[in-house]
């Protein structure tokens, strides 16, 4: 049956009519004031799936009081509304950046529609970054236009894109630590009363904003006393105070906990409703199959393709990113574990911000293993991490590593006895990300090397090549500055300075943050031939599908306590959550 053939329904919204039917063999669209359109989408969507959306931007930009849209159901959707002047709010036209011997930008175009979410995927170093900083002000394009509801203009700097209602979420906190959350918010944009700060409306409307993200901190502490996660947040709430119609999101789930990205779904799926123009950037692909409309894929500084509505799946997404057919991970090689090196026993941490003991933990891994930490932000799976790495005291408990027990609690000594910890933010605490591969690669060996105290030129060089061959690090030479590196290759130095003298135990907190799928495949196969030489991998990880894919046992944390242990088949989303939130799995 065609969509003319349907028969008439009637959708009753508040107080406005929509109508769909047909007449003449055509399809027939009526739908009440502009204002109230975006609601009405809603309705459409969710009872004519095969054209809704469609529907719904059309009437979106329909500017008339009322009208009724002749739709062919025969003709394209394109052809359909060729003539009906429907604009998107921002349109990039052949843009254009170049930095010195790289194109970023090479004739990149892309349009966002009001009440939809535009997702913009692609490897690192594909250019979304730069595309979002040219879209957000912070730079300007070498050639190529803006466009902002058909009339062109020029945006020279970030307040110069918020005041044509263009707001964008960074992935690198731009936040500043010993300012109040409620300053941060509000920092350039304070509100007043005759020239002075009015801190009680910019309190009082933080807490609002705060709220609407689901973050219960009071607005007036430091913001120093955030973990991570509660940061990025606070990045979403003071983008939402700008009230723009266009709002950037780079990356904004890299550091939130599952719970907490389905509240920022939940707000997503709100902005949308409200009209507003979503562009998402993320390398987690699952996020953007649950929210994407459409799909603008990069590579290389190049549109790669689009994807739109039933289109869009894991496997397209995937072979547009990196021009071939997706891979699968390969856990062939994968031995038999051997034993304990990692053992844990009556461990209580003492971490947090308010400096309060945690109950007892108890585990072990063994050589050729990799376990899981997951579990909800504040579970204390990265305090576990650094206490056992020795960065926080032990109130009390042992660790040992093949049997030993560290005898002083401390960095120095958990390095000798064969521990290595990956940090979660690897440009505050992982890197010197103003100084070189070299460097970076070897900094962590220095007391190893063969002329300690001194350091051998030749002995570095070729360390780091090796680490550069073996974990297929790309940089023009070992004296590239990592700043200047992408973030997969960030993060394989992060693990290759550890590797130099290869750890019995290796740490890793949040190990594909704000990383792209192929870097995410290498670093997994990185971690999975360290297995299967023998070490002992721990990961902290809120990324349920990189959880459930390379984990053979994971460690369920809530509130400082591991709540459960899972294998094999039981390695699911449901039995992890349930974990997470203190929950007993029920035996069947």
Not at 193 to 201: I, P, V
Not at 214 to 232: E, F, N
Not at 423 to 439: H, M, P
Request: include cysteine; charged fraction near 20%.
């Amino acid at each position: 049956m065609t969509y003319a053939q349907r028969n008439r329904r009637v959708f009753r919204l508040s107080t406005e009519e929509v109508s769909l039917g047909s007449k003449n063999g055509v399809a027939e669209v009526k739908c009440g004031r502009r204002e109230t359109s975006v609601a009405i989408v809603s309705a459409i969507t969710s009872t004519t799936p095969l054209f809704g959306k469609q529907l719904g931007q059309l009437f979106y930009n329909d500017k008339s009081a009322w009208r009724t849209a002749m739709i062919r159901p025969e003709k394209s959707f394109e052809e359909n509304v060729e003539n009906l002047a429907v604009q998107p709010r921002l349109r990039a036209v052949g843009l254009c950046k170049r930095f010195p011997g790289v194109y970023a930008l090479d004739h990149v175009s892309v349009d966002a529609f009001p009440s939809e979410v535009l997702a913009v995927v692609g490897e690192n170093g594909a250019g979304k970054s730069t595309l979002m900083k040219v879209l957000a002000g912070s730079q300007q394009p070498d050639a190529g236009s803006l466009l902002i509801k058909g009339a062109e203009v020029v945006l020279h700097s970030p307040a110069d894109a918020i005041r044509h209602g263009i707001a964008l979420i960074h992935q690198e906190l731009n936040l500043v630590d010993n300012l109040s959350v409620a300053e941060n918010i509000f920092l350039g944009r304070e509100p007043n009363r005759l020239g002075w700060m009015d801190r009680k409306t910019m309190n009082s409307v933080a807490a609002e904003f705060l709220a609407k993200v689901g973050l219960k901190v009071d607005p007036r502490i430091s913001l120093k006393h955030l973990s991570v996660a509660q940061k990025q947040m606070v990045e979403i709430a003071k983008a939402l105070t700008t009230r723009a119609n266009v709002l950037i999101m780079d990356e904004p789930t890299s550091s939130l906990s599952h719970q907490e990205t389905s509240v920022l779904f939940g707000l997503v799926d709100e902005l949308r409703c409200g009209g507003v123009s979503v562009i998402y950037i993320s390398h987690r692909l699952g996020e953007v199959l649950r929210l994407a409309d459409r799909v603008e894929v990069l590579r290389d500084g190049k549109n790669a393709g689009s994807l739109k509505a039933d289109t869009i799946n894991h496997d397209a997404m995937v072979r547009l990113m990196i021009g071939r057919d997706p891979r699968p991970l390969d856990k062939s090689n994968r031995q038999a574990m051997g034993v304990v090196r990692l053992d844990v026993a009556e461990l209580v941490v003492q971490a947090g911000p308010r400096n309060s003991a945690q109950p007892p933990v108890n585990l072990d891994a063994k050589g050729g293993e990799i376990v899981v930490l997951a579990g909800l932000v504040g579970a204390g799976r990265s305090e576990l991490l650094e206490t056992i790495f020795g960065v926080v005291p032990v109130a009390s408990g042992t660790i040992a590593v093949d049997g030993k027990v560290l005898a002083k609690h401390t960095v120095q000594e958990s390095i000798k006895a064969g521990i290595a910890l990956v940090t979660e933010d690897r440009k505050a605490t992982g890197l010197l990300v103003e100084s070189s591969v070299r460097i970076n690669t070897t900094i962590s060996s220095l007391f190893q090397s063969p002329a300690f105290p001194f350091v051998r030129p030749g002995w570095e060089a070729l360390q780091t090549e090796a680490q550069i061959k073996a974990l297929g690090i790309k940089t023009a030479s070992q004296h590239t500055v990592v700043a200047t590196l992408s973030g997969g290759n960030q993060q394989k130095i992060a693990i290759a300075k550890w590797l130099v003298n290869p750890p019995k135990v290796l740490l890793l907190d949040e190990p594909t943050r704000g990383v792209d799928i192929a870097a995410r495949q290498e670093i997994y196969n990185i971690l999975l031939k360290l297995a299967a030489d023998g070490v002992a991998v721990l990961i902290a990880s809120s990324d349920m599908e990189e959880v459930i894919a390379i984990a053979d046992r994971v460690l369920v944390m809530h509130e400082g306590c591991i709540t459960g242990e899972l294998t094999g088949e039981m390695i699911c989303e449901a039995n992890i959550m349930q974990l997470a939130v203190g929950s007993c799995l029920e035996v069947v």
